[in-house]
């Protein structure tokens, strides 16, 4: 008898204990509450008091926002609340402020709002707030914990610059925009996450010092290890400026057809960046991007492109061979700046002008031959290239900028094409050897000699036969 009724006694009790809760418990408010986006619990009953984790916190809190004047804070005042202003700037007390996350009337963290509270660990900021401003949290050392609302689009200059103990942050996918020195100074970041590489893709961060990854940072998409690889998402249309800036861990990136756009040093300094396969309908590679790739040794150019713009393949010692498609118009000043390695170059029919420095420093350009569609070549334009030893200019040049062929040890022999003897900025083949010969059209030779700087070379100059 004592067997059966030891199960139901113990059952009867914990059927009674289930149905009671001690008032003022852990768990009294748990019937009526309803989780936030921020994964907090905000009661049916927003007039409860917000139980705040750090008392310095709380008591800020009370005395700027407790309108009842009860000593609390409910959630519903926190609501109400619509800017932090300077209330918690340059606090040093503040460790905690997670229920951040209840003060869901903001639409901003204001500037400068947590600017060198240099005790704060952890906030979390609402869903609600769609920028946060300048310095924001600046100076903030030891911060470790930061959640970013789903809401936030903008992130201001030196929003989290100098957060010396942030490790990780998760960049939420509607942020579109990350300004100068966003993270700059955040020495231990080791771990940028995100959820969406197409929205990545089309953030714009103001320059490099925006962007968070960068040398020692790894980039994680959904807990996986961007790296090797990248696969820009098909769809995307532009590649934003400075996306992928600094980032180490690829190796080979593929742009799909749906890329019309890339923008200013989208993959500047990808130091391990190997190989580029260009889709077929980019027209516009902007400044910059894979200047400073200097293991680049493949990349195709889609016609289509209608400039190199500056400083594109600065710096990318380890591409032998360009072939640039007959849509491009223009080379911009210093577009294969010190590409070291550069051997071959294709010009087409149709580029208008090449301009200062695109090729300089190229040292092991041996050969080139500037179309007929070129009517202008910048200053310095081919000055470095110590091993050039030809090269021929075609019929439509007017114009050669000051020392386009400056230090070009190598130089024996420059054809130029053109009937009338195109207009020289000033010396250009100073520091060329004096066995140098120019070939100039046979019907042109004395036009060349008398002509105003070209004089200066006559006894260099030579009639030639062109076909």
């Not at 001690?22 to 408010?29: L, V, Y």
């Not at 998402?233 to 400075?242: A, E, H």
């Not at 040292?363 to 050039?388: A, D, H, M």
Request: charged content about 15%.
């Amino acid at each position: 008898m004592k067997e059966v009724l030891l199960p139901l006694v113990i059952s009867l009790f914990l059927v009674s204990c289930s149905e009671f809760t001690p008032e003022g418990g852990p768990d009294s408010n748990l019937p009526d509450e309803q989780p936030n986006e921020n994964g907090g619990n905000v009661p049916a009953d927003k007039t409860k008091a917000i139980n705040f984790q750090d008392e310095n916190v709380k008591q800020l809190c009370v005395s700027n926002w407790d309108t009842n004047g009860d000593g609390e804070l409910s959630y519903a005042e926190a609501e109400a609340v619509t800017s932090l202003g300077k209330v918690f700037t340059n606090n040093t007390s503040i460790k905690y402020f997670d229920e951040l996350a209840f003060f869901t009337g903001l639409t901003s963290i204001s500037s400068q709002a947590f600017d060198i509270c240099k005790s704060l660990r952890s906030v979390v900021i609402p869903n609600s707030v769609t920028s946060i401003a300048y310095s924001a949290f600046g100076e903030c050392d030891s911060l470790t914990n930061i959640v970013i609302g789903s809401g936030v689009e903008r992130i201001a200059d030196a929003a989290f610059c100098t957060c010396k103990s942030l490790t990780q942050v998760t960049i939420p996918s509607n942020v579109r925009y990350l300004g100068c020195e966003a993270f700059a100074g955040c020495d231990a970041l080791e771990r940028v996450d995100i959820t969406d590489l197409a929205a990545w893709c089309s953030t714009s961060f103001y320059d490099p010092t925006a962007n968070p990854i960068g040398y020692k940072t790894n980039l994680y998409l959904n807990g996986e290890l961007v790296s090797g690889h990248l696969v820009i998402p098909d769809g995307v249309q532009t590649i934003g400026k400075y996306a992928f800036s600094y980032y180490l861990k690829i190796t080979e990136v593929t742009i799909p057809e749906s890329v019309t756009s890339i923008g200013d040093g989208a993959f500047m300094c990808c130091e391990q960046l190997k190989s580029v396969h260009v889709g077929g309908n980019v027209w516009n590679i902007s400044s910059e991007v894979f200047y400073g790739c200097e293991a680049l040794e493949t990349i195709n150019l889609p016609e289509g492109l209608k400039v190199i713009s500056p400083y594109t393949f600065g710096g990318c010692s380890a591409l032998s061979s360009i072939q640039i498609p007959s849509s491009v118009q223009r080379i911009y000043e210093r577009a294969f700046e010190s590409c070291r390695r550069l051997e071959s170059v294709t010009l087409q029919e149709g580029i208008i002008s090449i301009n200062e420095y695109a090729f300089f420093n190229c040292n092991s350009l041996k050969s080139i031959v500037v179309p007929n569609s070129v009517e202008r070549l910048g200053r310095n334009v081919f000055s470095g290239c110590l091993t050039l030893n030809s090269v021929t200019i075609g019929n439509g040049i007017t114009f050669i900028g000051s020392y386009a062929f400056y230090e070009c040890g190598s130089l024996r022999s420059l054809y130029c094409k053109a009937l009338t003897a195109p207009t020289l900025e000033g010396t250009i083949l100073y520091k060329t050897p004096s066995n140098l010969k120019v070939y100039v059209p046979m019907s042109s030779v004395d036009i060349y000699k008398t002509a105003e700087k070209w004089s200066d070379y006559a006894t260099q100059i030579v009639g030639y036969e062109f076909e």
